[in-house]
């Protein structure tokens, strides 16, 4: 009988050792099935990327689509500003070493809301922005987010490349990409939001330069 009991306790330990894995994986599973789903609120789109070459360099537009998470613009109706950052580079391949940049270009975008006038700003520099740096750059005003935001996905024929930087032949790669930069955030609020998917929104694409000039 001591041998019964024994026997029949071994296997209910073991069948709750099997439920509690189970479960631990269902766990896991329904955590990462949130997670890709949170991801997918700060998803952007790149639906247009298009380059064009004149006499007086090189003019890149683009349209990037995506949605602002609730997260973000409930830090911007607390008067949070929130960045934006384009960057461009245009390579030259080399079998023999690395590839070598030509040319390269930043776009840095400001969005802030204003409660006294209940408008938003838009702040727009070829430089990192700043407090202290906002005179230097581009300023236009909105009535609503949407139209503020529409002019931030929009990049209509801006200049990356002069003529002479695209004069040391070979082939050409162009690397373009579009993210919110949350290293900009107020030093209290990046503790909150650093590693939470609602700030991780980022597109790139990637072009042959040479091909696109052919057509």
């Known amino acids: 009988m001591e041998i019964v009991t024994k026997t029949v306790s071994s296997m209910r330990c073991c069948k709750s050792v099997h439920a509690s894995r189970r479960l631990r994986w269902a766990i896991l599973a329904w955590m990462l099935g949130a997670a890709i789903a949170a991801r997918a609120d700060a998803?952007?789109?790149?639906?247009?990327?298009?380059?064009?070459?004149?006499?007086?360099?090189?003019?890149?537009?683009?349209?990037?689509?995506?949605?602002?998470?609730?997260?973000?613009?409930?830090?911007?109706?607390?008067?949070?500003?929130?960045?934006?950052?384009?960057?461009?580079?245009?390579?030259?391949?080399?079998w023999y070493w690395y590839d070598q940049e030509v040319a390269s270009a930043q776009r840095y975008m400001r969005v802030a809301y204003q409660p006294l006038t209940r408008r938003w700003r838009l702040n727009t520099s070829a430089e990192p922005l700043v407090n202290a740096g906002l005179g230097v750059s581009l300023t236009q005003h909105y009535d609503s987010l949407a139209e503020t935001m529409a002019a931030v996905q929009r990049l209509q024929r801006w200049k990356i490349a002069n003529p002479s930087e695209l004069e040391s032949g070979g082939r050409q790669m162009l690397n373009f990409r579009f993210r919110l930069d949350s290293t900009q955030l107020p030093r209290t609020f990046q503790i909150g939001a650093v590693g939470q998917s609602d700030w991780h929104l980022s597109v790139e694409r990637r072009i042959d330069l040479t091909q696109e000039a052919s057509r």
């Open 43 to 94: 998803r952007a789109d790149l639906t247009t990327l298009r380059v064009e070459r004149t006499d007086e360099g090189l003019f890149l537009s683009a349209q990037v689509r995506f949605d602002l998470t609730s997260a973000v613009q409930d830090a911007l109706l607390k008067g949070i500003p929130v960045h934006f950052v384009a960057d461009v580079s245009v390579m030259r391949e080399r």
